[in-house]
């Protein structure tokens, strides 16, 4: 059925395409200006944070979306610096924000959001804010995951709203108060500033805009964005079949389920959570604002994936339910320091498997598990500390989806696709580690009509003298748990993990746990292997060729061509052996209907 909610512009139509490109841009352009001042490669070669302009109402105008699991939760922050300052907001003021138990502000401790007020002619009209995973944040564990944290004091530096700028002045002693309590003052000082700067820059195009056209018909303009929005976002769910959509997948290391119950209504939505498992003592529980973003990126890669200008109008069709004290509404003082990697994902995963039983070839399948190494310490070629937060070995693969193959190596599913891999040199240049392999692991894809995306084989050395390398890994377990594959596809292969110490040879071998910290020397060896993403459809039912170009290519192993796609590859001269191939894929067939 059509949605029922009209829609007419008040602005006129030229204008309101050039101001909504305009505004986009803006957005896009902050992110370039953090990309190329940042210290820090977590923001100029991985991209982890984003940039986006917020209306006075507390609603996404315009936004790049970085990494997307972060832009529904920036609301959220300016939210909370104008209730924390009320009026007692001015022209050239900076804010800086990142606890999620101070009026709900945060998603998670490492991600900083930096937040700005634009003023024309001395009127406050919009909100530029922007949010990053930051180096280090202070707390027990250098880089912000803390596996041993009993509760929130010992994952980092709480910081409710500040004020970083004071007409813009710098507040000297918040910021000494803040850089005191971090272990790379110097880069990570560097990397605020940058967020300010890439703040400045929207702030000062939007009011070139506001200048150009006048504040009437910019607030016009606002309120006609969010509403078309919200029109594009009820005429997709209006497409689908009312009904309720149930889904629930075990939580990380046996933690709480997350239940996800969907209700369809003609052209509104309501997700419920609030029947997932308490909180646990874990470093695995979501706040609302990571929860809220987390339902919002997956509705935006499915329902609404169509959608080109996404804002926040369109949220408004969709109701969101938790319950306070849950693991998707977690409460002070829990422990939540990888929220927005192991539950996030999850979160996102449920709400595709509910929505995959109204749409079944819109939802995408599961992606790779999380799976990455924390290091840090004092490089002693400069004597100065380093740290890396999470994306130098989460190159998991991305679940297919009906049509289409899975991306390989694109990072988890809360990055969707934009998660981006320093240059191997460039990573050697930072830190003190020299790597030995970085490949895609064979038949890390699993099978399906359509493969999912390939994972990473990595290996890498210590290579500090003097110094120990600390060293921590967040994964989801070696057990993989995800959405299931749609249409009769596969689930990949879980993480592994391994550490070989040296000591001037290997002498022992250690298979690494999720919640142990290790200190590594010069010339011991990590080596992980990736998961991939999952499949869709029978694999059966794959185009022989195709399998056949994936095992020219190294993706699939003659092995897993016969078993998994029953295709028969001549090994001598890499053809396939079409009779033997139409004789062992209608036996799999008949197997599977029996079964």
């Known amino acids: 059925m059509a949605s029922s909610k009209a829609f007419q512009l008040q602005t006129d139509p030229a204008d309101f395409t050039v101001l909504t490109s305009a505004m986009f841009t803006i957005a896009r352009e902050m992110g370039k200006n953090m990309e190329r001042t940042a210290r820090a490669p977590v923001y100029f070669s991985a991209h982890d944070f984003v940039t986006t302009i917020v209306s006075k109402e507390f609603e996404l105008v315009a936004l790049a979306e970085y990494i997307p699991v972060l832009t529904g939760a920036t609301p959220f922050a300016v939210r909370a610096v104008k209730q924390y300052f009320g009026d007692d907001i001015n022209e050239g003021d900076v804010f800086l924000v990142n606890d999620p138990y101070t009026m709900d502000a945060g998603n998670q401790m490492a991600d900083w959001a930096m937040v700005y007020p634009v003023f024309h002619n001395g009127e406050h009209v919009l909100w530029v804010a922007n949010k990053a995973h930051q180096q280090d944040t202070g707390g027990g564990v250098p880089g912000g995951y803390n596996p041993g ?25 918040v910021f000494n108060l803040i850089m005191t309590n971090v272990r790379i003052p110097g880069a990570q000082r560097g990397d605020l500033m940058s967020m300010i700067g890439a703040a400045r820059v929207g702030e000062r195009r939007l009011r070139t805009l506001y200048d150009l056209y006048g504040r009437e ?4 303009f606002v309120v006609d964005l969010l509403n078309y929005g919200e029109y594009m976002m009820r005429e997709e769910i209006s497409k689908l079949p009312d009904g309720v959509y149930e889904s629930e997948i075990m939580g990380i ?27 646990v003592p874990a470093y695995v529980n979501s706040p609302i604002a990571n929860t809220t973003s987390s339902v919002y990126m997956s509705l935006m890669t499915s329902v609404g994936k169509s959608i080109e200008y996404r804002c926040g109008g369109c949220y408004r069709p ?39 039983k109204a749409a079944p070839n819109e939802t995408p399948a599961g992606w790779g598990s999380i799976n990455y190494w924390v290091f840090s310490g004092i490089d002693p070629r400069r004597n100065e500390g380093y740290g890396t937060p999470d994306f130098l070995a989460c190159a998991s693969g991305a679940g297919a989806i009906w049509g289409v193959d899975g991306w390989s190596t694109n990072g988890p599913t809360i990055c969707s696709g934009t998660l981006f891999y320093p240059e191997i040199e460039v990573a050697e240049s930072i830190y003190p580690a020299i790597w030995k392999r970085w490949e895609w692991a064979q038949d890390s894809g699993a ?13 890498w050395t210590c290579d500090t003298e003097t110094q120990p390398m600390h060293l921590a ?15 009769g596809g596969k689930l990949p292969k879980p993480n592994s993990k391994t550490l070989l110490f040296a000591n001037g040879k290997f002498e022992s071998q250690a298979e690494v746990v999720t919640k142990m910290l290790y200190q590594l020397r010069k010339g011991d060896m990590a080596i992980d292997y990736t998961t991939g993403g999952a499949g869709v459809g029978d694999p059966t039912e794959r185009d022989p060729q195709a399998v056949l170009e994936d095992v020219r290519d190294e993706l699939v192993s003659v092995e897993s061509a016969r078993n998994d796609y029953g295709v028969v590859i001549n090994v001598a001269s890499l053809t396939i052996d079409a009779e033997a191939t ?11 209907t029996a079964g």
């Open 253 to 279: 290391e046996g933690s709480s389920p997350i239940r996800c119950t969907i209700t369809v209504a003609g052209d509104e939505m309501t997700v419920d959570l609030s029947e997932s498992g308490p909180q």
């Open 582 to 592: 139409e004789a062992l894929r209608k036996e799999m067939q008949a197997a599977q």
């Open 473 to 487: 890994y967040a994964a989801e377990p070696f057990e993989y748990r995800t959405a299931p594959a749609p249409a």
């Open 149 to 173: 944290a009993i509760d929130v004091y010992a994952e980092g530096l709480r910081i409710p709203p500040v004020r970083l700028f004071e007409k813009g002045k710098e507040r000297k002693d």
């Open 318 to 356: 969709v109701q969101l339910i938790t319950k306070p004290g849950t693991i998707t509404h977690a409460q002070y003082p829990a422990v939540h320091g990888n929220c927005t990697n192991f539950i996030a994902k999850q979160i996102i995963e449920v709400v595709w498997d509910a929505l995959a």
């Open 447 to 459: 099978a399906g009509r359509w493969r999912g995306g390939m994972g990473v084989h990595n290996e």
């Open 217 to 220: 018909m910019m607030d016009t």
